[in-house]
């Protein structure tokens, strides 16, 4: 198997699930050797109505308001948009809702919810949109660099694209290993590093990129120095909760700051967090 970055040879470094996982010598990516089944893996999610907390709602609006100094035809497209929680932060800031997604449950929801949605992205024009985000979806397919060039063909000239996805080179990485449940394939197949996410960025026609590297969920760490990974474990629930007890307090909110500066001066955060246009 070669890198779906770099096209070079990877390297055994461990298995999940009884999956191999392979790493490269270049970038630093992780993949998963196995194939995405071709069912929807996600039908039963997207089914049941999403609860947003507050602290998740606050980032989303934060993110949607960082977005006005690209606008100018007022579009947005989020490329595999799931639930839909992005595009409502983008609505309330008055975009036009687009949204593409491989699920039909989702699809038939997003269209109730007044976004337009399709399948794929191939019947839009190009440079049709200010804004193309792809948030946690890069590590889910098989063929990244196709998703990014037509995001780049998509987003016209001076728009933003805004992408987040795990950390291969996080704390959680380094210290936990393959057990650490951001590998979780064939749900996850590619845990991309810094370098290797940018080097597909510049790859797939972005010249501008921006990257971040924050969050980090002690729990995780703490569940396995205890030895209770035996125990049902809810990564996003527990990196939620630490959000929000975080945001309780403007002592709190400062500490965040600046432990995120520190995280991404070290490139250690949990997720990579890029714009680039």
Known sequence: MMCRICSTPLSPWGATAGIPLLKCGTCGSIHADC???????????????????????DSL???????????????????GFGQGALLEAAAR??????????SEVAL???????????????????????????????????NPRG??????????????????????????RWLLGPSWSVFAPPDHVTIFAPLGLRR??????????ALRAEGLNPFEILRSLRREQDREFHRD????????????????RRLKILANRVLTATRLGDSLKATAQ
């Open 35 to 57: 194939e995405k089944p071709a069912e929807d893996m996600y039908a039963d999610l997207y089914s049941k109505d999403e609860v947003v907390p507050s602290v998740v709602r």
């Open 61 to 79: 609006d934060a993110v949607a308001r960082s977005m006005k100094p690209f606008r100018t035809h007022g579009r947005w497209l989020d490329i």
């Open 93 to 102: 800031e008055g975009w036009l809702c687009h949204g593409t997604e491989l």
């Open 108 to 142: 038939k929801k997003g269209r109730r919810r007044g976004f337009t949605t399709s399948p794929t992205s191939e019947s839009f024009v190009d440079g049709s949109f200010d804004v193309v985000s792809l948030v946690e979806l890069v590590e889910h397919v098989e």
């Open 147 to 172: 998703f990014l060039k037509e995001a780049r063909r998509v987003l016209r000239e001076g728009g933003c694209l805004y992408l987040t996805t795990p950390n291969a080179w996080s704390v959680n």
């Open 200 to 209: 597909i960025l510049r790859g797939s026609g972005f010249q501008t990129i």
């Open 237 to 252: 629930q527990a990196g939620t909760a630490l959000c929000q007890s975080l945001a309780a307090n403007p002592g709190r």
